[in-house]
């Protein structure tokens, strides 16, 4: 019995792998279906990852519409050698490092490394003499922030105005908008992915 149950696993994994594979060439070459499956297959999985790290469900959304952007806009990068779960959640780690690092919430303990699937990950404190230039990187990045969502397509700049700028929950701006919430979130979702594709762009100037 257990070494069917072995079997099955294995040939579950290996199905799962499969499909993976397919789906990320699809992706590749543009497929909007496939980015939504693979969304679909991993959003609750990096949920409770996630979770792990931050401990603030009220932003987990957030973080994992941009996670899923950020694996997106570099999905050619992704090295079919290694599973696209572990890439994916190497860079939901990465991500959520970056958030904390940012937030520095007081629930963290910045002496103490935290614990994720990839091992342990301490958290570095920036030097505080470069305040300065910190203040002109971050006021250079809003400016650049803003252009790039001055140049979405009107449907998605409505609704990242209205999630970020506004801080409106998603169920609002279906209301608002009249639009379905699932509607909202793939265009919060897709206008997240051109935003990062055009920050990514412009990296060099911050």
Do not use: C
């Not at 009107?154 to 169920?171: D, L, N, P, T």
């Amino acid at each position: 019995m257990n070494e069917h149950s072995s079997v099955s696993h294995e040939s579950h994994a290996s199905q799962s792998s499969i499909e993976d594979a397919q789906l990320v060439q699809h992706a590749v070459e543009g497929d909007e279906n496939a980015y939504r499956k693979l969304e679909q297959k991993y959003h609750n999985a990096l949920y409770y990852h996630l979770l792990k790290l931050v401990k603030d469900r009220e932003i987990l959304e957030d973080l994992i519409q941009e996670v899923f952007a950020k694996a997106f806009s570099n999905i050619s990068s992704y090295n079919s050698d290694y599973a696209f779960s572990t890439w994916l959640y190497r860079i939901a780690t990465n991500h959520a490092i970056d958030h904390l690092r940012k937030k520095k919430l007081k629930t963290l303990s910045l002496d103490e490394p935290i614990q994720t699937n990839e091992g342990e990950m301490a958290i570095d404190v920036p030097d505080s003499t470069y305040e300065a230039d910190k203040v002109v990187i971050q006021r250079q990045r809003k400016n650049i922030i803003q252009e790039a969502i001055r140049n979405l397509p009107e449907k998605y700049r409505a609704v990242i105005e209205m999630r970020h700028i506004e801080e409106k929950s998603y169920q609002e701006i279906s209301e608002l908008l009249d639009l379905p919430l699932g509607t909202v979130k793939a265009h919060i979702f897709r206008a997240r992915e051109l935003l990062y594709k055009f920050l990514k762009e412009k990296r060099g100037t911050f």
